[in-house]
């Protein structure tokens, strides 16, 4: 069982270009969701999704977008990067209404936007 | 906004308990307590949560206070292993979207 996985590992982007993350689930879990982590701080949500076909804003949202086509794909876009989006991406997984309520993490794409 | 407060960092020497302290005064009744941990860049993973009663497992142990305004998580026999960042969180599990990560506490257990 691989859980979360992400790709790519890292990505050194040009400023301007269009960049996909990829985030894939086997656990069939309900709800996605897409972390930003800049150096030295904690973990900030972009976009979160709690069912296939539905989607949300999280706390730093702009420049990005989401889509939700089916429960184990979660992919986010960056539709032109800037600079200041050079961080890692971290994206997770939880069931909502399970008993833990936990979110099981993958292990990030380190992007740097030059 | 968090909903929590940690002190920035502590040390801990190897084999001994660590103490991290989590203070959340404004915690409403259907919150519950989430402890999660990042070790060096890797993607946080979950330890432990509770509601009102000491909770145990096989990585921790948690402990609130009656009035639940704060918490305390127990590594009872810290390795090196430990050395990480650890979050406290406070949500209600079923629903999606509201976790929220402060900066946590940055722990260093030491040799």
Same mark, same amino acid.
């Given at each position: 069982? %691989?859980?979360?996985?992400?790709?790519?590992?890292?990505?050194?982007? =040009?400023?301007?270009?269009?960049?996909?993350?990829? !985030?894939?689930?086997?656990?069939?879990?309900?709800?996605?969701?897409?972390?930003?982590?800049?150096?030295?701080?904690?973990?900030?949500?972009?976009?979160?999704?709690?069912? =296939?076909?539905?989607?949300?804003?999280?706390?730093?949202?702009?420049?990005?977008?989401?889509?939700? %086509?089916?429960?184990?794909?979660?992919?986010?876009?960056?539709?032109? =990067?800037?600079?200041?989006?050079?961080?890692?991406?971290? !994206?997770?997984?939880?069931?909502?209404?399970?008993?833990?309520?936990?979110?099981?993490?993958?292990?990030?794409?380190?992007?740097?936007?030059? | 906004?968090? +909903?929590?407060?940690?002190?920035?960092? #502590?040390?801990?020497?190897?084999?001994?308990?660590? &103490?991290? *302290?989590?203070?959340?005064?404004?915690?409403?009744? /259907?919150?519950?307590?989430?402890?999660?941990?990042?070790?060096?860049?890797?993607?946080?993973?979950?330890?432990?949560?509770?509601? +009102? /009663?000491?909770?145990?497992?096989? #990585?921790?142990?948690?402990?609130?206070?009656?009035?639940? +305004?704060?918490?305390?998580?127990?590594?009872?026999?810290?390795?090196?292993?430990?050395?990480?960042?650890?979050?406290?969180?406070?949500?209600?599990? &079923?629903?999606?979207? &509201?976790?929220?990560?402060?900066?946590?506490?940055?722990?260093?257990?030491? *040799?």
């Amino acid at each position: 069982i %691989a859980g979360i996985t992400q790709a790519p590992t890292s990505q050194i982007l =040009a400023a301007g270009r269009r960049m996909t993350l990829r !985030c894939t689930q086997d656990m069939r879990h309900n709800a996605m969701y897409w972390y930003r982590q800049d150096l030295g701080l904690g973990l900030r949500l972009i976009h979160y999704s709690n069912t =296939a076909g539905t989607t949300g804003k999280g706390e730093v949202p702009d420049g990005y977008s989401v889509s939700r %086509a089916n429960t184990d794909d979660f992919p986010l876009t960056l539709a032109s =990067a800037v600079p200041s989006q050079t961080s890692v991406y971290f !994206c997770a997984s939880s069931q909502i209404g399970g008993r833990r309520g936990e979110q099981f993490f993958g292990p990030g794409t380190r992007l740097t936007v030059l | 906004d968090a +909903k929590t407060t940690q002190p920035t960092s #502590m040390d801990c020497a190897e084999g001994r308990a660590a &103490n991290l *302290p989590c203070n959340h005064s404004t915690i409403s009744g /259907n919150e519950y307590v989430y402890w999660y941990r990042q070790i060096h860049s890797q993607g946080p993973q979950y330890i432990i949560h509770g509601l +009102k /009663n000491n909770e145990t497992n096989e #990585m921790a142990s948690l402990i609130i206070t009656e009035d639940r +305004k704060s918490s305390t998580l127990i590594l009872p026999h810290a390795t090196l292993r430990d050395t990480a960042v650890y979050y406290c969180i406070v949500r209600v599990p &079923n629903y999606g979207q &509201n976790f929220v990560f402060g900066p946590g506490t940055r722990l260093s257990v030491l *040799p």
